[in-house]
């Protein structure tokens, strides 16, 4: 090791199985060793997304070889480690040498995946990380990164690209026909948290007060990407920027990457330092298709907060990552549902968002909350604390027992903003708070203990800008099992939230059963349904009083006059028909649409800080 900043750690992923999507994998560790036994252990969680994925499971040839070609022992001894024996008296200057492969299939914002057209690498579910056998200081240094990808392929990270000659074992390694990338993270958090896209795509730049944003796209079906839609989203993208930054001030990191997946329909966004992977549906990409496009401009602007609330702004357990076991926080529905909240008032603020699009999507989330009973069962803290148990892991029956810290903690929070704005005359917001809290306890800004967010600190924000009823009401919501007070929040803008009542004239009968896709089978059932304790989920709708209905619609023609009747339906469980009768609601009407010109507090709230 000749650079006293450097690992001499060098992590090598090569491209050269693309077609059978497959990642080679070299973890090449130069010594000294300190321990007669080096361990590995595979990270079992990325940052931002808070679920155990085991990414060994994906691992597969695994060998061990020293500097000389000599194969090691590789054992595993647990269910993310593995352990070599080196040989006694290890020569200072021997180098050891991991290979694997990696299977990437899983096409996902929060997953490995490889294919002849592009790679997206996630670094800690590529790489294990080195436990045992080094001082601990190297593992902290900075590491080494090298791809070999096709020489018509480019590739973008948040890392900083560096020139470093290589190693010829690690030469040994690369496929002479292939290119090769290489950056240098700077420490721990930057390599963790990293991200990388390699695709024949050049990515396109672009500058807002003086910082460079790179935005790189990838077909999943290799469907051309058109130049005039990218270039609306990149107007749009630079509104949203400026807005964020008009907020927080421009920041000292010069850079920000995104990383763009389009597809025929799996959606995502997952946050890194100084970057994002979001994935929509290609469609979106297409402004007039109005509800795609808000989609789109929205996740962006999510994740791009992050880079405030949550990459700097941290909860004080996630100071320091520990990606092998689950670490808890109650405060999921702050760095989540604030996140919603706020990236949503900036789209708006900006003008990338128009009134129509804020109140569009504010009735879409409406429906969405009204329709589910978890607020009967759950709270805000309780929900963020148990994350790791209950949003990734869905059954059957979660909205009735279950609450969304993303969701529910966006309504909380604008009903936190408005109750803010009144009791400060409009002097404050909650996006003050935010920024309040970033400057005293971001990890750019503060020091030592003073860094990272807890609900004492919380509440010390809280109570700074808006006294201690703020910091009561805060707590009745986030701590009490109940539905945020929306309308009385309404009330407090000059506006108000009413029912959409376009369904009203048609009597329209209602079952209050959720579909499996394409389907007629119950895939869960909505607050207050007649069917709940009548039918399973699972259960297949066949017939109504004789009738055969073969989908929604046609379900829904026939349910039309029959709100407050009694009908008889014949379902499949199991295979097995049989017929219940139900008496049939009428749709419920909830407040959902949101009316009015607002007052001074409202089109403060909206108002543009540019």
């Given amino acids: 090791m000749n650079d006293s900043n450097s690992s001499g750690i060098t992590y090598t992923a090569s491209c050269e199985f693309s077609n059978l999507q497959l990642l080679s994998v070299q973890i090449q560790i130069d010594g000294p060793f300190n321990d007669e036994i080096l361990e590995l252990a595979f990270p079992r969680w990325v940052p931002g997304s808070y679920f155990i994925r085991e990414p060994i499971r994906f691992m597969q040839d695994i060998l061990a070889i020293d500097s000389n070609g000599i194969e090691m022992s590789v054992e595993r001894f647990s269910h993310n480690r593995i352990r070599i024996k080196l040989p006694k008296n290890v020569e200072e200057k021997n180098t050891i040498r991991i290979r694997y492969k990696l299977l990437c299939t899983q096409l996902s914002v929060r997953n490995n995946h490889l294919d002849k057209s592009h790679l997206h690498l996630m670094p800690p579910f590529t790489w294990m990380e080195v436990t045992k056998g080094i001082p601990e200081n190297r593992i902290n240094s900075n590491h080494k990164i090298i791809l070999a990808h096709p020489p018509s392929w480019s590739s973008e990270s948040q890392m900083p690209v560096v020139d470093f000659e290589i190693d010829p074992l690690t030469l040994e390694f690369i496929q002479e026909d292939l290119e090769v990338t290489k950056w240098i993270p700077e420490g721990r958090d930057e ?102 496009w808000r989609d789109l401009l929205s996740l962006f602007s999510h994740e791009f907060l992050h880079q405030w609330n949550v990459k700097r702004l941290r909860p004080v357990e996630f100071l320091d990552y520990d990606l092998n076991e689950e670490v808890h926080t109650d405060l999921l529905w702050w760095f989540e549902g604030l996140t919603s909240w706020l990236g949503d008032v900036l789209c708006w603020r900006s003008g990338a968002w128009s009134d129509e699009d804020w109140i569009a999507d504010m009735k879409r989330k409406l429906e969405r909350h009204f329709t589910g009973n978890g607020n009967q069962h759950q709270c805000l803290s309780m929900a963020s604390f148990e994350a790791w148990i209950h949003l990734y892991r869905p059954h059957s029956h979660s909205r009735e027992s279950q609450i969304s810290y993303y969701l529910e903690g966006e309504l909380a929070l604008f009903c936190i903003d408005a109750e803010f704005r009144k009791i400060t005359n409009g002097v404050f917001g909650l996006d003050d708070v935010m920024v309040l809290l970033w400057k005293k306890h971001g990890i750019d800004n503060a020091e030592g203990e003073n860094q990272g967010l807890d609900w004492e600190r919380l509440c010390e924000g809280l109570r700074e800008l808006g006294g201690e009823h703020m910091v009561n009401f805060v707590d009745t919501l986030v701590n009490k099992k109940m539905r945020p007070p929306i309308e009385d929040a309404a009330e407090i803008y000059g506006v108000k939230v009413v029912s959409d009542k376009k369904d009203k004239t048609k009597n329209l ?20 349904s007649p069917c709940r304790n009548l039918m399973k989920t699972g259960d297949e709708i066949i017939a109504i009083d004789g009738l055969r209905v073969s989908n929604n619609n046609s379900l829904k023609k026939i349910l039309t006059g029959r709100a407050n009747s009694t009908i008889k339906i014949t379902i499949s469980s199991h295979g097995k028909l049989s017929d219940v009768d139900v008496n049939v609601g009428l749709k419920p009407e909830y407040p959902t649409l949101f009316k009015g010109e607002g007052n001074d507090l409202w089109k403060q709230m909206k108002k543009s800080r540019l």
């Fill in 191 to 292: 390599f963790l948290d990293g991200i990388i896209e390699s695709n024949r795509n050049k990515a396109i730049s672009f500058k807002v007060n003086g910082c460079v944003h790179k935005l790189k796209l990838w077909d999943a079906g290799n469907h051309e990407i058109s130049e005039n839609n990218v270039k609306k989203l990149v107007d749009k993208f630079k509104l949203i920027i400026s807005e964020h930054y008009a907020l927080f001030g421009i920041p000292e990191w010069k850079e920000y990457l995104t990383i763009l997946h389009l597809t025929d329909g799996p959606r995502g966004g997952l946050e890194h330092l100084r970057s994002q992977t979001s994935m929509v549906p290609r469609l979106s990409l297409i402004s007039d298709n109005v509800e795609e």
């Fill in 509 to 528: 009968g209602w079952l209050g059963l959720v579909f499996m896709n394409n389907s007629l089978k119950i895939k869960n059932f909505q607050a207050n």
